[in-house]
């Protein structure tokens, strides 16, 4: 996701922000850019691919200054261009900004600037550097310290959306305003000056005492002072905090591995990827990037969802939502198998591939093929600018952020939201009441919150975790909505302990796997209240009565799933089709837990690849 870094003190502010930019890497750029601050006048240079594109031009410049913004981008308005990276203008080009998050408003305040506004690039952010910009032009008189504050402030309360902002101006020399919302900023206070930044690592080289700004804060920094104001205009007083962490711990934010940071992303980047894409009043979805005319909707007589390994299984909980919301027959097909297949495609065919890094070899091609065929292609993907981001003929991006384990985790919740998303908006088209559609927006609305209950409870499920690190083997068991999530939390389980696991059907036991059960070979149920759960209860009766031991992901409320589970771990309720994102997140922990007690490099699993763009 996008970093921040802005300094402003005694020292030159140029290699402090490129060194800062190369701290914030690790979140994943396609492009940078750095203004610096002389007096009057700010320079600004911008570049797109990697920091040193941007060090290289910033050198030639020579940009003098102590006090300047710069900006890692990571593309989610508008494409990978150099006039699409931070830092943007306003339309008088004296102010100056950085934003990481979303103005889920901008067209509105774009329609409500009017015309005379000229933008230089695709973006949101540009959009609010000109908002502030306008209400600099209403303040009377010669802009001062307050008067750009209050600018800020007005133009703030007109957006909708999030932001963690930095702001400088031409005629407010030495001085840089800090806004959060929902978009993390920590200023870092040092001997020499004031480091801003979205988190931690770049500032760590110079001072560990730092103050966290909260949602609706706005700091104002001097060379000397800060002063914090709430957005009624209040001052707020704030305290300084040492940190401990170390370079490594500032960039996995105190957790212990990428993976138990992605896992705990999950609410906020959920949040990101259904955020301005639906519409309550309408109880519909709203995925602009399908380019389908309603016409072209209504002619799809079949879906199919390509992917690989975890994108593949998020697919299979597409293909229950495509089928029971939209009624569309929908196939999810193995990439690598359907490119060799000579599939029956047509251009009554709709095709998602469905991939997290873009790259996967075999999506890629599988996608190829489809588009030759003649279907509608589009891609549900997370990296932005990918190859199957570019060679699909649109889609939709996940916006997980950048995902540096290799097991994959906060992308599929995030393929999953898309996915549900798509099939209410083909649903709505076709079969969903209003009222079906109002209710699951809701219910996804409320998403965010139960993975948090989940997460809560992470200590239970450690310790349920280390029961069963020392097996060798254990199935996965669920039925209907839960078969893709045991399919889920087989691969996780395997890819990072290195534990044997499979997943099936729960009816699909006794036509064989049975005979592998013993006391020896625990079976791991997803069982929570739908339609198949007096189903699922006989197969775990079933699979209790060969003594293999039990462990079930139970709804809450459900008390006597502990009659039949030794380990049970609880789920809040929510809608049926809704219901693997929130058991999922418990199988990614328990996955997670077990690989730790056996001492795993649970980021980097043995003989396996985050990207696999070969064949
Ligand atoms: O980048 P992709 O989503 O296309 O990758 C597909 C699979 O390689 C990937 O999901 C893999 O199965 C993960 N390691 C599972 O955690």
Redesign the pocket.
């Known amino acids: 996701m996008c970093g921040i870094i802005g300094y402003i003190g005694e020292k030159n502010a140029s290699p402090i922000l490129i060194q800062g930019l190369r701290k914030l890497e690790y979140r994943g750029y396609d492009s940078a850019g750095v203004a610096i601050q002389d007096g009057d006048t700010i320079a600004r240079v911008r570049s797109v691919g990697k920091i040193e594109n941007l060090a290289a031009r910033a050198a030639t410049e020579k940009l003098p200054g102590t006090v300047g913004i710069a900006h890692t981008r990571w593309a989610t308005h508008g494409g990978v261009t150099e006039e699409n990276a931070h830092p943007h203008t306003d339309q008088s080009e004296s102010l100056v900004l950085v934003h990481n998050g979303i103005v889920e408003n901008y067209r509105e305040i774009k329609e409500q600037l009017g015309s005379e506004h000229i933008y230089n690039s695709e973006t949101d952010s540009e959009i609010l550097a000109h908002l502030i910009g306008e209400h600099i032009k209403e303040s009377d008189g010669k802009l001062t310290e307050e008067s750009f504050r209050l600018a800020v402030e007005c133009a703030l309360k007109e957006v909708r959306g999030t932001y963690g902002l930095v702001v400088m101006h031409k005629d407010v020399p030495d001085y840089l305003i800090v806004a959060r919302m929902g978009s993390p900023l920590v200023i870092g206070v040092g001997t020499d000056g004031y480091y801003i930044a979205s988190d931690a690592t770049p500032m760590l080289a110079y001072t560990k005492k730092v103050i966290f700004l909260e949602d609706g804060e706005i700091a104002c920094v001097s060379k000397t002072d800060m002063q914090t104001f709430n957005l009624k205009d209040e001052c707020v007083v704030k305290c300084v905090e040492e940190i401990e962490w170390n370079q490594e711990q500032a960039e996995k934010q105190g957790y212990e591995d990428f993976m138990l940071k992605e896992i705990h992303d999950q609410p906020t980047v959920f949040e990101d990827a259904i955020r301005g894409r639906f519409n309550v009043e309408e109880g519909t979805a709203h995925l602009g990037g399908l380019n389908m005319t309603e016409e072209e909707m209504h002619s799809v007589k079949r879906i199919v969802l390509i ?7 998020a697919s299979m909980v597409g293909k229950y939502a495509f089928e029971r919301l939209a009624g569309i027959p929908t196939e999810v097909d193995v ?1 690598s198998e359907f490119r060799y297949r000579d599939p029956i495609i047509d251009k009554h065919t709709l095709v998602f591939g ?7 070899a075999d ?1 890629l091609a599988a996608l190829r093929e489809a588009k030759r065929k003649g279907a509608f292609v589009r891609g549900i993907v ?2 932005v600018g990918s190859t ?1 981001a570019r060679e699909t003929d649109g889609g939709t991006y996940i916006h997980a952020g950048p995902e540096l384990a ?4 906060k ?2 919740t995030n ?1 999953v939201a898309i996915l549900l998303l798509y099939a209410l908006q083909f649903g709505r088209l076709k079969r969903v009441a209003l009222a079906t559609g109002e209710r699951m927006l809701h219910a996804l609305l409320e998403i965010p919150q139960k993975m948090n209950e989940i997460l809560d409870t992470a200590e239970q499920i450690k310790t349920i975790a280390k029961v069963y690190a020392n097996y060798d083997h254990m199935f996965f068991i669920g039925r209907g909505i839960n078969y893709p999530v045991a399919l889920e939390g087989s ?2 389980l395997k ?1 990072i302990s290195y534990i044997h696991s499979e997943a099936y059907p729960g009816g699909e036991l006794k036509h064989g796997p049975m005979a592998l059960l013993s006391e020896d070979f625990p079976v791991f149920g997803i069982m929570t209240k739908d339609q198949l759960y007096d189903k699922m209860r006989s197969n775990i009766e079933e699979v209790r009565a060969r003594k293999a031991p039990v462990i079930l992901i139970a709804s809450q409320g459900d008390d006597t799933a502990k009659e039949l589970g030794e380990h049970v771990m609880y789920t809040p309720k929510t809608m049926e089709l809704l219901q693997p994102l929130l058991n999922t997140v418990i199988l990614q922990l328990f996955s997670y837990y077990v690989a730790k007690e056996l001492g795993r490099d649970v980021d980097r ?1 043995r003989n ?5 763009t070969v064949e």
């Open positions: 992917a690989c390994g975890t994108a593949s299984y990439a469905v991939s997290q890094s873009g790259e996967t999506t997370n990296v199957i290799v097991a994959s985790t992308a599929y393929m691969i996780k890819e699993p396996l690849a985050k990207s696999v």
